[in-house]
């Protein structure tokens, strides 16, 4: 797809009547006979867009599949992303958006994938990536915070992909600290943020994000069906993916400046959604593992658990399980 289809997408996006091939060309400083190519090659791609005589064009529906293009025009102006990548196949996402930041890349790329044949999660763990059915998506990042702040970015992404999904959805989704979202007792998404440097030692993040969006049981491995939950499995009907990668990305950036300038409003966004606060659990941090009342959020988004003994302890990683009491 070239720029003309993508500002033909956000001109089609942007009315909900006919337009003619002469208003559109006028509206975006091409010829007649451009638009009609790139109308074609829109159909091409597998959109729906019904030529009506005598009123113009209108698009009625995207292809069930991620396209560049229909990003860029669906997301329109954003200032966390400048750049969006799609691929059909690749081992992880992350290790592509880490390649590009070792090779001097600037932030503000996203990179999706309809599935992930090396997909992987916190502590090493597989992430199965279902083919057509999730968002698989990477965000390389060059954070204008202190080294020391990066830590802030799981929290900032869980707050914003949670928020999303209760827009997608219309239910209320939890955050499991650090880096899980819950609708119900169902995890539907995860975060993976990691770091490096490139040639020149500047350092940039990486922020992982997996969604599961129209899922079916089926689709999940045996050993998942029963933790493992879908946006679908609480709309009862399919949601149009690109739609909700838009909805993320948006949320992100609707809170990147409170990211750098009022991060305490998200860390009380953060402990309002949390799936453990208030709650008798177990984290296990390497070999080592602490039980105790998970307690409140500090400010920099670590945990605070207090144990059995009276004493508070600052978790800042660790996996979590709940302990009934």
Do not use: Y
């Not at 989704?173 to 490096?196: C, H, M, Q, T």
């Amino acid at each position: 797809m070239t720029p003309l289809d993508a500002r033909l997408l956000r001109a089609l996006r942007d009315t909900h009547v006919h337009l003619p091939a002469g208003d559109l060309a006028a509206q975006l400083g091409e010829s007649a006979t451009a638009i009609r190519a790139g109308l074609a090659a829109l159909v091409a791609a597998g959109f729906a867009i019904e030529d009506r005589p005598g009123f113009g064009f209108r698009l009625l529906a995207a292809p069930d599949r991620l396209i560049a293009d229909d990003l860029t025009a669906r997301l329109g102006g954003n200032a966390l992303i400048r750049e969006v990548l799609v691929f059909a196949e690749t081992e992880s996402t992350n290790d592509l958006a880490t390649r590009l930041g070792r090779d001097g890349a600037a932030g503000g790329v996203a990179i999706f994938a309809e599935h992930q044949t090396a997909g992987r999660g916190r502590f090493g763990r597989r992430w199965a990536s279902a083919s057509h059915r999730g968002l698989w998506f990477s965000l390389l990042l060059r954070p204008a915070l202190p080294l020391a702040d990066w830590a802030r970015l799981t929290t900032w992404a869980a707050v914003a992909l949670a928020a999303a999904i209760d827009e997608m959805t219309g239910a209320k989704a939890a955050i499991k600290w650090p880096n899980d979202i819950f609708l119900g007792d169902k995890k539907v998404a995860g975060i993976l943020a990691e770091s490096g440097t490139d040639s020149a030692g500047s350092p940039f993040a990486v922020l992982g994000i997996g969604v599961n969006v129209n899922h079916e049981p089926a689709d999940f491995p045996p050993d998942l069906r029963a933790s493992a939950g879908s946006l679908r499995s609480v709309t009862g009907q399919p949601l149009d993916r690109t739609a909700c990668a838009v909805a993320i990305l948006r949320a992100l950036d609707a809170r990147r400046s409170a990211l750098v300038t009022d991060f305490p409003a998200i860390i009380a966004e953060a402990a309002a959604r949390s799936f453990l606060l208030g709650r008798w659990i177990k984290v296990r941090v390497g070999d080592a593992a602490a039980e105790g009342l998970a307690e409140t959020l500090d400010a920099h988004g670590h945990l605070l658990l207090r144990q059995a003994d009276g004493t508070l302890q600052c978790l800042t990683a660790g996996e979590v399980t709940v302990i009934a009491r």
